[in-house]
């Protein structure tokens, strides 16, 4: 029996461990949506969904999976660093004979067309998901490991970090399945989620002083021009406007310290001066630094 509408969240016989609706930012919600499960030898229900999900499996152990999917039984066994695709409109249903250790990626298919088309420079197939339901990829699933880590941090740049990560994991995606791409596209295919994750960690530990392109650019072993082309293609943002974003954030956690003063925080955080910050984080957030200040002291009150 199937029906549609029903979110696989829904019929999973446990809750997740970790998700990414109760910690990522709209802007990421929009993109994608990450949810870790851990469960017991169990099956679930045959469904259409309206959604695309794709199963990264942690499990290192290789163990008997049972789906039927689309009217076909299939009886396999899966293994670490497999990933299998269910599209939307496809009926599937499920059965696994071992413990899991699965993140499940949700992604609506028009977000996906326009993510494809607006930032990949992709048209999509009509099927878009349809044509490979399971295959070995070693990358795209360190890529979602890496997106379940951005949950799992603590701080104010878990929120940023997750969000690039969630671009990353699409251009990668979409790799696979994309067509009638321009010329362009081919430089995204050069930027990688261990590239991000070097360009990351340099952010991560120089955002305080001076960050130049060309030291970003090293990062990731490409030129600057190379760099800013790509960079803006998969992560959505410029490189400029990335280090940004990441301060701000930053700023946002050291806000939180009632007694710490704004100029101080503008200075920590890579701002020239109190006035820059000020008008910087309010073009970022709506509210000024003060404000947001405010804003959070009342919000923890309630």
């Known amino acids: 029996m199937s029906s ?13 461990l970790l998700r990414s609706g109760d910690r990522a930012r709209r802007q990421a919600a929009e993109l994608i949506t990450l949810e870790y499960f851990e ?48 599209p939307a409109g496809m009926e599937s249903g499920w059965r696994w004979h071992a413990p899991s250790r699965v993140i499940v990626i949700t992604l609506e298919p028009a977000k996906l067309k326009r993510f494809a088309q607006a930032e990949a420079g992709i048209l999509l197939t009509a099927d878009q998901l349809k044509d490979v339901p399971q295959f070995v990829d070693e990358e795209l699933v360190q890529a979602g490991v890496m997106l379940l880590e951005a949950l799992r941090l603590e701080g104010a740049g878990s929120a940023v970090m997750f969000e690039s990560l969630a671009r990353v994991f699409l251009i990668k995606l979409i790799q696979r399945y994309g067509r009638e791409h321009d010329e362009d596209y081919t430089f995204s295919q050069s930027f990688t989620a261990r590239h991000f994750e ?5 952010v991560s530990e120089r955002y305080g002083r001076t960050i130049q392109l060309e030291e970003l650019a090293e990062q990731a072993g490409l030129s600057p021009f190379h760099f800013s082309r790509v960079f ?20 946002k956690r050291q806000l939180a310290d009632p007694e710490e003063p704004l100029i101080d925080i503008a200075m920590a955080c890579g701002f020239s001066d109190q006035a820059h910050f000020t008008r910087v984080f309010k073009q970022l957030t709506g509210r000024t630094p003060r404000g947001w200040r405010l804003h959070e002291q009342d919000s923890s009150k309630t």
Request: charged fraction near 25%.
């Open 4 to 16: 549609s509408g029903n979110r696989y969240q829904d019929v999973y016989p446990s809750s997740p």
């Open 39 to 86: 469960a017991k030898p169990d099956r679930m229900p045959t469904r259409v969904f309206d959604q695309h999900h794709i199963l990264l499996n942690l499990n290192p152990e290789p163990h008997r999976v049972e789906n039927w999917r689309g009217g076909e039984h299939r009886d396999f066994i899966y293994r670490q660093n497999e990933v299998i695709v269910t």
């Open 232 to 251: 803006k293609k998969t992560i959505g943002q410029t490189p400029h406007q990335f280090v940004t974003s990441y301060r701000v954030e930053q700023a």
């Open 198 to 202: 070097r360009v990351l960690n340099f």
